[in-house]
């Protein structure tokens, strides 16, 4: 399972604390499409 924070906050910090708590990845709003999809069928 692969978990991805999407998200409207966008500071390093917020990058930074999504990463600690587990998120493999971290997206910020609005969202780039491509981006999401290669992390799902990568």
Not at 1 to 28: I, K
Request: hydrophobic share 50%; charged share 25%.
């Amino acid at each position: 399972m692969r978990l991805a924070a999407v998200t409207g906050y966008g500071q390093d910090v917020d990058r930074e604390r999504a990463l600690a708590a587990g998120f493999d990845s971290f997206f910020v709003k609005p969202l780039d499409e491509a981006a999401l999809a290669g992390l799902l069928n990568g």
